[in-house]
């Protein structure tokens, strides 16, 4: 699968002074200072977390999470206690 010339353009403007190998989290604070549209930026958190060797890997992997099915999310049913045991709430007040 070949990058999309517009994500390895957008990759090149953004990222061209940010030294390679990167993490996940310095692309996207490096982006937030270069002031990269929201577009991008949730295209960046769409990333793995892990090490980037260089531009052409960030923008390859961006057409891969785009083109991927999200996971669906698993939902725990949340369970309330209701035989939990508790001292009352003792309030005093004072009355001059």
């Known amino acids: 699968m070949t990058p999309d010339p517009g994500n390895e353009t957008v990759v090149h ?10 993490y996940r989290w310095q692309l996207i604070a490096h982006a937030a200072v270069y002031g990269a549209d929201a577009v991008t930026m949730a295209k960046l958190h769409r990333l793995p977390m892990r090490r980037y060797a260089d ?3 960030v923008a390859t992997t961006i057409v891969a999470t785009q083109n991927a099915r999200p996971r669906p999310r698993r939902y725990r049913p949340m369970t309330i206690p209701m035989n939990v045991p508790h001292r009352s709430l003792i309030v005093s007040v004072v009355v001059d």
Not at 13 to 22: E, G, I, K, N, S
Request: charged share 30%; no cysteine; net charge negative.
């Open 13 to 22: 403007q953004v990222f061209w002074d940010l030294p390679f190998p990167a």
């Open 55 to 57: 531009r052409e890997d």
